[in-house]
């Protein structure tokens, strides 16, 4: 069974910094690109990051370029994102996704991550 | 960037009825679109990908069409675990963009 756990969401503070991680399992990770998935307070869904499978290429939603880095162990099969400088319009609830193809195909419950002073 | 718009926002049905939702994009996507199912407290799910294939052990109730512009997700004979929020995705263009989200509500 294929399951993704996000951690590291919290509080913090405008221009502040958070390093969420992603364990997964049941499946291959290293032969599998990766996303970051966001959702704000009652709106849709935004794609944030992709990763390829050794990690070497990275995409990023223009929001986050500069702030945001997505990374991954494939010893651990773990996937992280760096977030610094953190915004008020960075809450939200960050969901790790595969994807097979352009499509993420599964997800994990999420971490909430509330930046306010 | 695409933009992706969903309706309605809110979607009332009786259990056992049909539910026909809609997603428009701003310009053409060909068939390059996935539905997704969202619950509280739960992981998303894949639904539907290439505007009408069904993901593995989504069931036939479940059905997508649709191309260029306009797509629709159609549920038939609505079941209590399918009520939910249901959001569409475009994959033909960088960067990939989603709806607001539909509710499918108890009526």
């Known amino acids: 069974e294929v399951q993704l756990v996000e951690s590291g969401g919290g509080l913090v503070q405008p221009g502040g910094s958070l390093r969420l991680s992603c364990a997964a399992s049941?499946?291959?990770?290293?032969?599998?690109?990766m996303s970051w998935v966001r959702q704000a307070p009652e709106k849709g869904l935004e794609w944030v990051a992709n990763i390829n499978e050794d990690g070497s290429e990275k995409h990023y939603v223009d929001s986050v370029k500069g702030r945001f880095t997505i990374s991954r162990d494939n010893a651990k099969n773990s996937l992280y994102l760096q977030m610094d400088s953190l915004r008020d319009e960075d809450t939200a609830v960050y969901y790790c996704a595969s994807l097979r193809g352009s499509i993420f195909d599964y997800w994990g419950q999420g971490t909430r991550v509330t930046v306010s002073s | 960037e695409i933009v992706m718009t969903q309706s309605p926002a809110t979607l009332s049905v009786s259990p056992g009825e049909r539910a026909t939702l809609s997603c428009r994009a701003s310009q053409s996507i060909s068939s390059n679109l996935a539905w997704y199912q969202q619950k509280p407290g739960q992981a998303p799910r894949l639904l539907i990908y290439?505007?009408?294939t069904r993901a593995t052990g989504i069931p036939a109730r479940f059905s997508g069409s649709g191309s260029g512009t306009e797509f629709t997700l159609a549920i038939s004979s609505l079941q209590s675990e399918d009520f939910a929020v249901y959001s569409c995705q475009q994959y033909n263009n960088w960067p990939w963009t989603f709806g607001q989200g539909t509710k499918v509500e108890i009526k």
């Open positions: 290439g505007a009408s």
């Open positions: 049941g499946f291959t990770f290293s032969k599998c690109r």
